[in-house]
């Protein structure tokens, strides 16, 4: 018994002088002098003292740790970096982006860190650069200006916008949300209160989604819907559409969507009609569903989304090839495809809104100010009998892989398949 | 060549020789055969969004002009281009010959199946019933039988009526198609499958003859496709869908993955501009509605 207990005992000194050793060859592996850690660095980084005096600073450069991060004699990487600049945080907070996220934030995926945070020291918490909302608000310059500009302001974003939305991921929601839609709202309104629901003329909202008609940055509508309102939701009457408070299913519809909204846009939908090109949502029962809201929105016409991002939805391979394209059509890049096109119908090829391509670019170009190549009902394409010469003889209106979208890699091959 | 092409005018009366092939197939290449400018008294075509064919006719939805065209083929030869125009018809989208030979088109622009005598002359307009609701087709197949399937769009389903307009079968689009696609074409093999494309999501769906939902017959063809318009079937089981927006044809095996990729955009014979419709027959003649280039081309299936 007594020689198996020194038997043990031998092993655990040897365990121990091992990986003493190893313990002291890892915190030393550089074999700094005694109490040499961060103040070597120090000696020639003399304006980090500073930093080192700012309210926040980074716990290994608040201990000398500045080998955490750093090789200091050499790396591949930036600013002797011990890894790659969009990996290196990641090493110390591998959980900054939960398995299962449901959304993420793009820089943190993309470990862009000091987007947000400075990785030595700052004056702000969490050693972001800039304090409270300005620190989103150095991307976010839309919602930056919206939230400054709105005559109705939503208190919770003049705060701060961590009230809502989580900076790195959410494990519940999309946009960053730290819950789902109602639920985050229901956190400060109460959807039983009876001003509430007199707000909703008591329809029961409490579980509807509540940016479907508000704005949650903040408008300049009372309420603070969406800038752009349904005329019967602006003038409260949610019976024209819905079954109303009275009813078993109160949120249920009068009528399929078509007629619903064929009721009061009866010209719009029989001219539409008439055309021989419908663009297909509009034919479907609930189509002007696919495109507008029908409460409120921040775009005009109700849409749901940005054009170009509304349209892209079907017609993602025509946004993709302006994307790729050398040469940027501005309609098309800034996303205004009505300028072009039709969004309900149309007699003309393409829901184009000109039956001539020719006077369609003419409204933007002057063409023949600043080229001389014929184009016209009176100038045959010679390779094909069937058309005639216009800008789309030799142009793609939403580009081409090559410059002046053409079709072609040069312009001596697009001017050789007429001029042999 | 000399059993290719003897065309006396593009314009002027047709007479087009087509060498008989056997039936096209998987792994079957396109040879150019002629392009078709004009109808039988030279007038031009335009924008033609539809071609149908069997082995001894061409049907083309003559759009722009708001008719039909038939062509005859003949031991291999095309003759014809006779017009067919009716007042129920504005701007015809497709065109199908049903078994005894009369013609069901749908307007573009009332939204409705016309159905003509095997002359053109009008017999009635199609009026779906007992479908429960207002039926609004952007496609249309018929089969064999005469039963019309047509890809309801105000509905997001396909709805299978007799031939007297009865519906006999409802079968609703993929929940993905409702949500975020739209179905561009329909056709009916042999066997009685039905099969659509969601342009939108680039992907075909396949319901069986007693099935009552569409199952995906590929994964995305994005990649491949850009927007693909017209889909056929021939006897083999092979799937021909035409790109419009890609401006080529891509060939599918009976198990629906890809086995061709054939034509490129242009405005030169042989090549495609924003091409709508495609058909073939037993002769392994096919014919493409290219619409932007206001013309039909014929090709010939080479193995």
Known sequence: ????????????????????AKARSDENKFRLKPGARGKICLECHSDFQDKLKMQYVHTPVKIGECVGCHSPHTSNYGKNLAAPENKICFTCHPDIIPDGAKSTHKVVVEGKCVNCHDPHASNQPFHLLRAGNEVCFACHKDIAQQVASSKVKHPPVQDSCL???????SMKSTHLLKDEVPGLCKTCHQTSNPIFLSQHMNMPVGEANCVMCHNPHG??????????VHPPVASRMCTQCHQGPDSKTPLALRSPVFDLCKGCHNDMINTTLAKTQVHWPFLRKDGCLSCHNPHASPEKGLLKAPKIKLCGRCHADTIKRQQRSQTKHPPVAEGNCTACHEPHSSNNSFLLNAASPIDLCGKCHDSQKHATHPVGVKYKDPRNPNKTLTCLSCHRAHGT???????FPTVTELCVQCHT | MKNLIIAASLFAALSLALPVRPVAAAGVKLKF??????????????RPEAVSCDDHSVLLSDSGN???????????????????KSSQISYPLRARKGPNGDIFVLDGKSHKIVHLDANGNYVSTVQPTGVGGEVIPDSFDIDSAGNLYLVDVFNSQVVVLDPQGRMIRQIPFAQDTKDNGFISDITVSKNGDILIVDGVRKMV????????EFTPFTKSLAGYMSFPAGIQTDSKGTVYLIDRNGASIVTLGADGSISATQLKMGWKEGQLYYPSGICFNNNGEIFIADRENNRMQAFVAEQ
């Open chain 1, 1 to 20: 018994m007594k020689h198996k207990y020194r038997i043990l005992m031998l092993f655990l000194v040897v365990l121990a002088v091992t990986f003493g």
């Open chain 1, 219 to 228: 408008s300049d509508q009372k309420g603070m819907l969406y800038n752009n």
């Open chain 2, 205 to 212: 769906y396949k319901a069986g003859k007693d099935a009552k």
């Open chain 1, 401 to 407: 892989d090559y410059k002046r979208m053409i079709p």
């Open chain 1, 163 to 169: 009230n809502c939305h989580d900076p790195h991921a």
């Open chain 2, 66 to 84: 708001g008719r039909l065209l038939t062509f005859a083929l003949v031991n291999g030869t095309m003759t014809g281009g006779k017009e067919i």
């Open chain 2, 33 to 46: 055969v002629v392009a078709v400018y004009a109808d039988g008294k030279g007038n031009p075509i335009n």
